[in-house]
């Protein structure tokens, strides 16, 4: 069978996951390695799909060496044949997975997350005892929550209280049906566009109780407030485009969740733990640069190269 045209009538039994990455690589690593024990035991197919930006820091040359990978690349930053690349938006990048993706469900992450054991295969179950009962379900919802900061798991509510995937699962068919999502968001709120779509169209989203995801709250962060910058911009395009549809300024419903406890036996979060310390020096050592003198840099260096091996991370 042919990739995804987006006219595809039929769609192979499986699992498509699919991720965007930019310079993570050590997070991205994770990630893989917590999806590749997840799907090894399953018995349904799957494929992993990861969209690179451009990366600088050794992601491509680790993603070209992974054969079960299917990887896509597409520059998003600096310079070629003397002009500035554009820049494009995350829905774009994640529009290439999900266009290439070949099985009936699309599995949505992010490159730094992990896989609690479970998650997709439950995720998967629930989406097919759903319709195989009739239900017009377009989406299934992972709980998660951002690790160290969060202590429960949760799954999003948007405009009008409908339930939003920001890991997940999205029916294949139900993506080609909407169009995809809405490249002209930078950056917020295009999942919660996405999902308030599928909405439109007639189909549900639900949350799987037994599906969760472990995201890392840290990862990145001068990128994270570069795309913060342009927040305020998506929300008011988000706002405008579901007025009198899914949101009334009048009776402003823009948002809630759904909280859960969980206890996680095989305690995945650790496995972040050996990157927490050094993102954390990484970052102080970043914007101390912007005020203190070389030689001071140089001794809090020091002081975290001598500390590493003492440090114990709580939780």
């Known amino acids: 069978m042919t990739?995804?045209?987006?006219s595809q009538s039929?769609?192979?039994?499986?699992?498509?996951i699919v991720l965007g990455t930019y310079n993570r690589k050590k997070f991205l690593q994770l990630t893989i390695d917590s999806v590749r024990k997840e799907i090894a035991s399953l018995k349904f197919p799957c494929e992993i799909i990861v969209i690179d930006g451009g990366s600088t820091d050794g992601t491509l040359g680790w993603l070209l060496k992974q054969k079960d990978i299917i990887t896509i690349i597409q520059?998003?930053?600096?310079?070629?044949q003397g002009k500035k690349i554009q820049?494009?938006?995350w829905g774009y990048f994640m529009n290439l997975g999900f266009k290439c993706a070949q099985y009936k469900y699309i599995c949505m992450l992010s490159d730094d997350c992990l896989v609690v054991p479970g998650a997709?295969?439950?995720g998967y179950n629930l989406f097919e005892e759903e319709l195989t009962k009739g239900s017009n379900t377009g989406g299934v919802a992972f709980y998660w929550r951002n690790w160290p900061d969060q202590e429960l798991y949760?799954?999003?509510?948007?405009?009008?209280?409908?339930?939003?995937?920001?890991?997940?699962?999205?029916?294949?068919?139900?993506?080609?049906?909407?169009?995809?999502?809405?490249?002209?968001?930078?950056?917020?709120f295009a999942d919660g566009d996405l999902c308030l779509k599928i909405w439109s169209k007639g189909y549900k989203i639900i949350d799987s109780g037994n599906s969760y995801i472990e995201h890392y709250s840290h990862a990145n962060?001068?990128?994270?407030?570069?795309?913060i910058q342009q927040q305020n911009e998506d929300w008011a395009h988000y706002l405008q485009?579901?007025?009198?549809?899914?949101?009334?300024?009048?009776?402003?419903?823009?948002?809630n969740n759904i909280k859960k406890e969980f206890f996680d036996p095989d305690k995945t979060y650790r496995k972040f733990k050996s990157l927490h310390f050094l993102n954390i020096r990484h970052h102080i050592v970043y914007h101390a640069q912007k005020y203190f003198p070389r030689k001071l840099i140089s001794v809090i260096k020091s002081i975290f190269n001598k500390t590493k091996k003492h440090v114990n991370i709580r939780k």
């Open 3 to 6: 990739r995804n045209s987006g």
């Open 10 to 16: 039929l769609i192979n039994q499986g699992v498509s």
């Open 75 to 80: 520059h998003n930053h600096g310079a070629w």
């Open 87 to 89: 820049r494009r938006s």
């Open 120 to 122: 997709i295969r439950n």
């Open 154 to 188: 949760w799954v999003g509510l948007t405009l009008d209280g409908k339930m939003t995937i920001n890991h997940g699962m999205y029916l294949n068919k139900a993506l080609q049906e909407v169009g995809y999502l809405d490249e002209n968001f930078h950056f917020y």
């Open 221 to 227: 962060i001068a990128v994270r407030n570069s795309n």
């Open 241 to 255: 485009k579901w007025q009198n549809i899914f949101y009334d300024p009048e009776q402003a419903d823009t948002g």
